[in-house]
């Protein structure tokens, strides 16, 4: 297995009589499809940290070299990307996005010696049974999310009519799941459970259902391709139906789906982290590069920090002493302080609720 190799890759190149080497990484996600929008936070975000950690000498005197892998949130060529990873050589995984991609693609690292920190999977199994002690995340669990949402949605709609709907994936179901299950021990009753196949235009049949039952809050499990059209199909139909879902809405191709039907849309997400100082110079140098620093862009860039730290506190990129680096370690980052606790799920603040106002999302006013 890799982790029994020496640690690192390295290149020689015949540039002015010296040789010089380099560690290869990754960073992975759905760079094409339907959910290419949180592909591309990624690739900027890994990016960006790549380039300031090389310009700041690199790590342990080497140079960082970027891959990117195309998972297209598919299980199966999330192992295919695994795979090509080992075979390049690769020593950490930025990835992946998607719950259903990571948990496999997990195997494949943990077999092959691979750090794995994800910026975005927040299904509870990616950590609760990851294969192997190098499986991290730096971003919160659904079990976290669906508790604040859950409590939110008793507190906020105890006296209406809610329905829970899921896209049948690891992340939408697990997270519509987590949320139901709040809501019912804060003494809720779900009007409605349901699963919806994603990919698909035409939600008018579960629109009008709906409308039948006259629901007046639903809770999407899914991503923001569906959750626009649903949203867009509603007000369509006339229905002034609230709609909450998750932090796979925080990418501005929401509001693009949805127009004005997106007003008032309702969704958890941990606290802005462009909104840490300590992120400002990532987030300006993004911007000027005509990229995107929103949804999970910071995230990508902290867990590349996370790894760095710990790879130069190890001395070294071997797979066990990064490990026990990055469990004991503590991580200042653009999100702000982290740890990873046992289990590798980072210690963060929680979740908080966030409302899409003229085409922009923001902190909800209570």
């Not at 910026?119 to 991290?136: C, I, K, M």
């Not at 829970?164 to 021990?185: I, N, Q, R, S």
């Not at 139909?237 to 693009?256: F, H, I, K, P, R």
């Amino acid at each position: 297995m890799k982790k029994s190799l020496l640690a690192g890759v390295a290149l020689s190149f015949a540039m002015t009589g010296a040789a010089y080497a380099e560690i290869v990484i990754a960073v992975a996600g759905p760079m094409t499809g339907q959910y290419a929008s949180f592909g591309e936070q990624m690739k900027a975000g890994a990016e960006q940290a790549v380039a300031d950690i090389n310009d700041a000498g690199g790590v342990n005197g080497e140079m960082l070299r970027l891959e990117v892998g195309d998972d297209a949130c598919d299980p199966k060529q999330a192992v295919a990307v695994a795979n090509q990873f080992a075979g390049s050589g690769v020593v950490f995984v930025a990835g992946h996005f998607c719950s259903g991609s990571s948990i496999p693609a997990s195997n494949v690292y943990a077999e092959e010696g691979i750090i794995q920190i994800s910026p975005a999977s927040t299904n509870p199994a990616f950590t609760d049974e990851r294969p192997g002690p190098g499986v991290y995340r730096v971003c919160g669990r659904d079990d976290q999310q669906g508790a604040v949402a859950g409590q939110f949605l008793m507190d906020n709609f105890g006296d209406k009519k809610v329905a829970f709907v899921h896209d049948k994936t690891a992340y939408g179901k697990g997270l519509a799941d987590a949320t139901m299950a709040a809501y019912e021990a804060a003494g809720g009753t779900p009007a409605l459970y349901e699963a919806y196949t994603a990919g698909e235009k035409d939600y008018t049949a579960l629109v009008s259902k709906l409308k039948q039952e006259g629901i007046d809050v639903l809770y999407v499990g899914g991503y923001h391709t569906e959750a626009g059209l649903m949203a867009r199909q509603m007000r369509e139909q006339g229905m002034d139906t609230v709609l909450v879902s998750g932090d796979a809405l925080v990418t501005d191709e929401y509001w693009a789906i949805t127009g004005e039907a997106g007003e008032g849309t309702l969704m958890t997400f941990s606290p802005d982290p462009r909104k840490n100082e300590v992120a400002k110079p990532v987030v300006d140098a993004l911007l000027a590069a005509g990229k995107t620093a929103e949804g999970y862009a910071l995230y990508t860039y902290a867990a590349i920090q996370a790894w760095t730290d710990a790879v130069e506190a190890a001395g070294s990129t071997d797979y066990d002493a990064v490990v026990s680096a990055l469990d004991d370690g503590t991580f200042e980052t653009v999100l702000g302080t982290l740890e990873f606790d046992e289990k590798g799920d980072v210690t963060l603040p929680g979740y908080v609720f966030y409302e899409w106002k003229d085409g922009q999302y923001g902190y909800l006013e209570e």
